[in-house]
């Protein structure tokens, strides 16, 4: 298969065939280099070098959902729950915008304590701090997500994990992927940007599968695309599954669709710095524009374990934030300090510190 003929028809047209795209996932590390490389200068172009930031808090560990592969799921009788009140949650984003966040992410299992009156009461404590705020919170009415909206919510967070509706429905009991695109409609209409996104080497997918969830993110529009490679949790069904090859799909994933999306914001996710040290570094030259590094304090981050082995539990939200700072630095990159909606770079609004240059410099694979 000639990878470097699919590389230049993406680049050129921002579009390939479900055939063309499982082709490309499936090549060998030299065209991974390639499409890589490919990816990286497509970055550079419509998002520019500046690293957006987004503050990421966990606030509850309770789920009602059993979704196979989360170490939250129901069933995980091991799992520690706890949940933050509001108080704590309004501290924390606080704390993150004194940091120099200008977003932050709630995020957590879809708990049924936080009724939309009292989630509606936490953002509109956030939005007088001039945070952007985005949810991760699960599947929801459109009312509820509506009250979100109404209350200052800006962005949501709902991947689709895989767009194989069986596949979906196997590893997803007692959810419904129909329930699951409702949702993501629901979120467009009511003008949230909108990311989804999905698990790559889950068991029984194929690249095949995954093609499919790209051309879905795709004819969506979409405007933010997060991609988890699969980490087994031992207290789950899914426990005993290899991780291998999961880090390699992922980061094809996340260049393929900066190829067919170009100006969308992708990041890189922390699941990738599990499985790899370097992770989060190899996503953001691969396509990636975006880090969510946590700013949830204390026992809470390590008890808020969808995966085992995540990174940085022992640290406190002020290492973290210097800590990615200076990886980004290292590879010519800055950190970009607007609130980085989608289409902010094509507007002018780089936020980019001094070193933006240095990048700008190298970088053209030739396509
Ligand atoms: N409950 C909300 C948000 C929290 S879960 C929701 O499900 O949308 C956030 C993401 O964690 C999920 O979308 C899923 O893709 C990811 N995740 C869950 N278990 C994982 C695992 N074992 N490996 C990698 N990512 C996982
Ligand atoms: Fe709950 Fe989200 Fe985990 Fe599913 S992925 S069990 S909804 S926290």
């Known amino acids: 298969m000639d990878y470097k003929n699919l590389i230049e028809k993406a680049v050129a047209t921002q579009s ?13 590390a030299a065209g991974a280099a390639l499409l890589g490389c490919a990816a ?7 998002v520019g070098d500046g690293v957006y930031l987004r503050g990421l808090i966990e606030f509850s560990s309770y789920c009602r959902q059993n979704c196979m592969y989360c170490g939250l799921r129901r069933d995980n009788k091991k799992a520690a729950r706890y949940r ?23 995020q957590s299992g879809e708990d049924c304590f936080f009724d939309a009156d009292k989630i509606c009461a936490v953002i509109k404590e956030i939005k007088k701090l001039d945070l952007t705020i985005t949810l991760s919170i699960g599947e929801k009415t459109f009312e509820e997500y509506q009250a979100y909206k109404l209350a200052g919510a800006d962005r949501y967070l709902l991947r689709i994990e895989t767009t ?22 629901d979120l467009k209409k009511l003008g949230y940007e909108v990311g989804s996104g999905s698990l790559a ?79 989060r570094l190899l996503a953001l030259q691969n396509g990636a524009n975006v880090v969510m590094p946590n700013v949830t304090e204390g026992d809470y981050r390590k008890f808020y374990e969808l995966y085992p082995g ?34 902010d770079f094509k507007r002018g609004e780089t936020g980019c510190a001094v070193n933006a240059h240095v990048a700008s410099a190298g970088g053209s694979c030739g396509f």
Not at 19 to 28: R, V
Not at 164 to 185: A, H, I, Q, T
Not at 311 to 329: F, H, L, M, V
Request: with cysteine; glycine share 10%; charged share 25%.
């Open 16 to 28: 390939l065939e479900r055939g063309e795209i499982a082709a490309l996932l499936s090549c060998d």
């Open 40 to 46: 990286d200068d497509v970055r550079k172009k419509n």
């Open 84 to 106: 933050l009140d509001a108080q704590q949650i309004i501290e924390f984003a606080a704390k993150a915008r004194d940091y120099g966040y200008k977003t932050v992410v709630l």
């Open 164 to 185: 194989d509706k069986k596949l979906y429905e196997e590893l997803d009991p007692g959810m419904s992927w129909d329930n699951r695109v409702r949702c993501l409609g």
């Open 201 to 279: 080497g889950l068991p029984g997918q194929t690249f095949e599968s995954i093609a499919g969830d790209i051309l879905f993110f795709k004819e969506n529009n979409f405007d933010m695309i997060g991609i988890g490679p699969f980490i087994p949790h031992p207290e789950t069904p899914l426990g005993n599954a290899g991780t291998s090859g999961n880090f390699e799909t992922a980061l094809k994933v996340m260049a393929v669709v900066r190829l067919l999306m170009p100006d969308i914001n992708i990041p890189a996710t922390t699941a990738m710095e599990t499985l790899h040290p370097q992770g």
């Open 310 to 343: 995540k990174i940085c539990t022992g640290e406190s939200p002020a290492q973290c934030r210097y800590c990615i700072e200076a990886k980004i630095n290292s590879i010519g990159r800055s950190v970009a300090l607007v609130k980085g909606f989608r289409g």
